[in-house]
């Protein structure tokens, strides 16, 4: 199948163009912002070749196609029609799906996600300024003064990034954004990372009470400057006149937010953000490596409610006050028992697409996206996904146990090797790595899949049908007369192992069941006739009636048992007047049953039991109803003695004792 046959059928199952706002892509996935999600037929997108798994998350219909395919997806199906978004506009429509906790996290991504790419390369100079350092070669002055400058910069800057980037998430003008995170660190300031090592430079007094210092390293304290300065921006620009717009805005908005920025907030929430690593690294340091056994077992369940960006924040404070990351190592140890999983899945099966799926999302999350394994291959079996958390939180325990802290953030497994090169903890990355893998691929080839046992293979199928087109029918079976192999037992409401039913709390609904040969058909379960879908009446459309059925809408036990006649009326049956139309309602829903029944049995004799259909005056509505609705199609005797109830006094509702009475009339 090509990509734009892939193409074509992704739209149909999408619910046609016409249920499609818009579409873009990201890295590895197709994002689908859809109309109504009920009309997606999720079960043909998933099975499609080349999909590698598909999920509704943050108010978008998500596609994995994984890098390089995503982009050929895309081009297809704006070529057919669908219509295209930004990445930005898709993120708007996403903010305004989910609870507050989902907005804030999505938040909290919008802002870190730009600067990430910075931190993942500074922590890549730092490991290799450590790797010279562990190979004892010394740097030469101006050598080691540039490796300086390619290692601090982005930590001494961070705030001014931090406040620049919410700025730019929250509506602002990024340039004032970026001059005002820069004015938090001014060099006029003194240094607040000098300021704590105790030296000689303190922080200075303003107004003789307000101690002052940089903001260097800060993350929590410019992220709120900038959700406050972004909105104060705006609100200035609202008042004052587009002709002194350019000059007003930028000065109000500096002035007062500098101010607030060094004398309130920045004071206040570097307190708090102080006391957000205390509790942070309390976690990361409880014994025998339980927080790394608590965060490595939930990370890749917080990755699928889609807030994980929340950790973006906490390595970036992490890094800005210590330099070291332990986050790092224990997400590494989750990410790569969730590809070990993926790898024992695609050695185990013997299916040749998901081997064909298994196997590059394996290779994804190595490279740091677990997104195709997850949502492909372990959470669409389960079992290897929720081995995977076990795995993944024993090499999380295992890393903090070790005291694993990488240089830098954003980067795991293969490449994440490079965040160990220079502190000197390469061996024992390279051991957790491979602890988690072994428990991810063990755990989930043993316990976590087993191929489906398919009935029939394709080719036999083939054969069977090509035998009976040519009528090249085994000598064996042309004179073999065949019979229905379910035959089976009548089984009593009450014993139904669903307390919804045989507690009654449905009424007794409304049972069915066909006599064969003297027996009821039964086998692997029992007929499900009482669930046979219904056109409904006009007059349950017309005052949107959707029935009283629990699991779905419009079948016959949700329109026509009981409890049905009460949900309409506010009244139980048997204080209904007899000339309300609703009696005719449920004429209709039940002559339907008899002439499902009629059509797909073609049975001697329908006999109706139950309180509701030993009235009388239901059993000649439903017999009027039934001879409109078969209007002839099939030759079926007299009516009345077609459709019967058993002549037996205080004839009941209990379906098993209308399943021996109707045995008794068919004799």
């Not at 005002?180 to 009470?209: H, I, K, Q, Y």
């Not at 669903?498 to 039964?522: H, L, T, Y």
């Not at 000339?579 to 049953?593: L, M």
């Amino acid at each position: 199948m090509n990509n734009q046959e892939i193409a074509k059928k992704i739209i149909d199952a999408l619910g046609g163009r016409e249920n499609v706002n818009s579409v873009a892509h990201c890295a590895t996935r197709l994002r689908v912002m859809v109309k109504d999600e009920g009309k997606i037929n999720k079960e043909v997108i998933e099975n499609l070749e080349k999909v590698q798994g598909a999920f509704f998350n943050s108010g978008q219909y998500q596609i994995i196609f994984g890098t390089g395919t995503v982009n050929k997806m895309y081009d297809e199906v704006v070529a057919l029609g669908l219509p295209t978004s930004s990445k930005d506009d898709m993120k708007a429509e996403a903010a305004k799906q989910g609870n507050w906790f989902q907005r804030a996290i999505r938040t909290f991504g919008d802002v870190f996600v730009p600067i990430i790419p910075v931190i993942v390369a500074t922590g890549l100079f730092m490991g290799v300024r450590g790797l010279f350092n562990a190979l004892e070669m010394p740097l030469p002055g101006d050598f080691a003064t540039y490796t300086q400058i390619l290692t601090d910069t982005a930590f001494i800057i961070l705030p001014g990034l931090v406040v620049w980037s919410t700025f730019r998430v929250f509506g602002g003008n990024p340039a004032v954004g970026i001059v005002l995170g820069m004015m938090l660190v001014s060099g006029s300031l003194p240094n607040a990372w000098v300021v704590a090592s105790g030296g000689e430079v303190t922080a200075m007094n303003f107004f003789g009470f307000i101690p002052v210092v940089g903001l260097q390293g800060s993350v929590l304290p410019a992220f709120i400057i900038g959700v406050v300065g972004a909105k104060f921006e705006k609100a200035v620009r609202k008042v004052v006149p587009d002709v002194i717009d350019l000059l007003v805005t930028p000065f109000v908005t500096l002035l007062v937010m500098s101010i607030l920025g060094l004398f309130v907030i920045g004071p206040v929430f570097h307190i708090v953000e102080n006391y957000i690593l205390i509790g942070t690294k309390a976690i990361l340091g409880l014994p025998l490596g339980l927080g790394g056994f608590l965060i490595g077992g939930v990370h890749q369940l917080i990755v699928v409610s889609g807030v994980h960006h929340i950790f973006n924040l906490l390595e970036v404070q992490l890094l800005a006050a210590d330099h070291a990351n332990p986050f790092n190592a224990i997400i590494t140890a989750a990410m790569t028992a969730q590809g070990a999983a993926t790898v024992a899945v695609g050695v185990k099966t013997k299916n040749p697409k998901l081997k064909t799926l298994a196997f590059p999302a394996a290779l994804s999350a190595f490279l740091g996206i677990t997104e195709p394994a997850i949502f492909g291959v372990n959470l669409r079996f389960r079992k290897p996904f929720f081995l995977s958390l076990i795995a993944g939180a024993i090499g999380g325990g295992l890393a903090s146990i070790l005291g694993l802290a990488g240089n830098g953030s954003g980067i795991t497994i293969i490449p994440g090797t490079m965040l160990y090169v220079g502190n000197g903890q390469l061996a024992q990355y390279l051991l957790m790595v491979a602890v988690s893998f072994a428990l991810g691929f063990a755990l989930t080839y043993m316990f976590g899949y087993e191929d489906e046992k398919e009935v029939a293979t394709e080719v036999e199928t083939e054969r069977l049908v090509q035998e009976e087109t040519t009528g090249n029918i085994p000598a064996a079976l042309q004179n073999e007369t065949l019979v229905t192999p379910i035959v089976g037992d009548v089984v009593a409401l009450a014993d139904v192992n669903d307390p919804v039913f045989s507690s009654g709390a449905m009424g007794q609904g409304i049972g069915a069941g066909v006599i064969q040969r003297g027996e009821f058909i039964g086998g692997v379960g029992h007929p499900e006739m009482g669930h046979y879908y219904v056109a409904r009446h006009p007059m349950d459309i017309e005052k949107e009636f959707n029935g009283v059925c629990p699991f779905h809408k419009g079948c016959l036990e949700g329109y026509a048992a009981g409890p049905s006649l009460e949900a309409r009326t506010g009244v139980r049956g048997e204080n209904i007047e007899l000339n309300n139309p609703v009696w005719d309602v449920q004429a209709y829903y039940i002559a339907q049953a008899a002439v499902n029944a009629t059509v797909t049995f073609r049975p001697d004799v329908i006999v109706f039991g139950g309180g509701v259909m030993a009235q009388q005056h239901m059993l000649d509505r439903v017999r009027e109803k039934f001879t409109s609705l078969l209007n002839g199609y099939l030759p079926v005797p007299d009516v009345r003695d077609y459709i019967v109830t058993p002549a037996v006094a205080g004839n009941g509702s209990a379906t098993l004792g209308n399943f021996v009475l109707a045995k008794e009339v068919s004799k």
